[in-house]
């Protein structure tokens, strides 16, 4: 079963084409991340635009890399939920309009049970009961998954996304948009116990909060530099130094993956799953990748690092459980809904 997954919901126009849940025929990303960056950020007007701009070349692009017509097609996935509006509505409506009048199931996806189903475009699926940290610009929340389609979620960050604090602390260290990549980069040249940053401390077992920490590096970056905390946040890039820079890059990176692990690490005693995995934007962390294989007495096979940023390849995946167990949704009546999270599922085969 060939199917065509569909991702627009923040600032990549992505489609793909996986067979069988498992097999990666094509997958095209464009991403906006130079649109953007000159606002230091994604500004939600431009990425609809960019994205009705790249729709169409996009989709016909995975297809003719995948060297496949629209006979070849079984099914369209795409996301509709969580995300920018504008952003999702640009997809959505494609996706919609390709499976009327190309007469294709048309399945909604959410982009965050997506961004775990890029897992299981590695070689060995990974088994259930299946625990998984997702921590992309937008979440940070651990779930236990029993079987596809039947999830729970244990926790999740009480304020910012992790992805967000790396992007905020990014910004105060002058460092380039999106800030992720560019802490890891800075942090190897960094001493990550240069700078003694605090783990914030929450009610829920298995939650996290990192507005905290971003405000803490806020301080202790206002403390090295000499000046106090009313000193505005976007001129303090320019009193640090390389080595500062770096340090704190460092001891950020440190403290944020620390926070991550400890609560996977608990949750891995609590509920012994057959398997780990990590999702979304933030799981291309390296550092992330090393401390929780140190730490979990379990192998943890890492999905290659452009399945972790957005991409529609994890859409058509998850695309294929959805086409197994669900009746397709009519295309005429598809909606979007920007904020829906990720709390409880479990599929009935109706
Ligand atoms: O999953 P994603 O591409 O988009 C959302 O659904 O949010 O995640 C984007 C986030 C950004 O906050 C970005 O800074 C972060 O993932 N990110 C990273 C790395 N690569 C991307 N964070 C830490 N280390 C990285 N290597
Ligand atoms: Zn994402």
């Known amino acids: 079963m060939k199917i065509l997954g569909i991702e627009t919901s923040c600032d990549e126009t992505a489609a793909s084409v996986v067979e069988d849940g498992r097999v990666l025929v ?15 950020g994604v500004v939600p007007e431009v990425a609809a635009r960019s994205h009705i701009d790249m729709i169409n070349p996009v989709i016909d692009k995975a297809l003719s890399e995948a060297q ?16 920018l509006v504008g952003s999702l509505l640009i997809g959505t409506l494609a996706a919609r309009t390709l499976a009327i009048i190309k007469n294709k199931p048309l399945y909604p996806i959410h982009h965050v049970e997506a961004h775990v189903y890029a897992n299981f475009l590695n070689d060995n699926a990974p088994e259930f009961p299946m625990l998984a940290l997702i921590v992309s610009g937008g979440h940070s929340q651990l779930v236990l998954f029993r079987d596809h389609g039947d999830y729970e979620l ?3 960050t009480c304020d910012d996304a992790v992805g967000e604090a790396f992007d905020k602390v990014a910004k105060i260290l002058g460092l380039p948009y999106p800030g992720g990549p560019s802490i890891s980069s800075a942090a190897l040249n960094g001493d990550p116990n240069k700078y ?7 009610q ?8 905290g920490l971003k405000t803490a590096t806020l301080r202790a970056v206002q403390h090295e530099t000499g000046v106090d905390h009313t000193f505005p946040s976007f001129e303090l890039a320019s009193l ?84 197994q167990n669900k009746q397709p949704t009519d295309p005429y009546d598809l909606e979007v809904l920007p904020s829906l999270s990720m709390t409880k599922s479990k599929w009935s085969n109706a």
């Open 26 to 40: 094509s997958n095209v990303v464009h991403s906006q991340i130079d649109i953007h960056a000159v606002y230091g």
């Open 68 to 83: 496949l017509t629209w006979d070849d097609i079984d099914a369209i996935a795409v996301t509709y939920a969580p995300g």
């Open 154 to 156: 244990l926790g999740q």
């Open 196 to 202: 003694k940053l605090p783990k914030a401390k929450v």
């Open 204 to 211: 829920g077992a298995y939650d996290f909060s990192f507005s």
């Open 240 to 323: 640090l130094n390389d080595q500062q820079r770096n340090d704190f890059a460092a001891s950020f990176q440190k403290t944020a993956v620390e926070t991550l692990v400890d609560k996977t690490e608990k949750a891995f005693i609590t509920y012994n799953p057959k398997s780990v995995v990590i999702a979304g934007g933030v799981a291309a962390n390296q550092e992330l990748r090393r401390v929780l294989s140190e730490r979990l007495p379990i192998q943890i096979d890492y999905a290659p690092m452009n399945l972790c940023t957005d991409n529609a390849a994890m859409v058509a995946t998850l695309g294929f459980y959805y086409a």
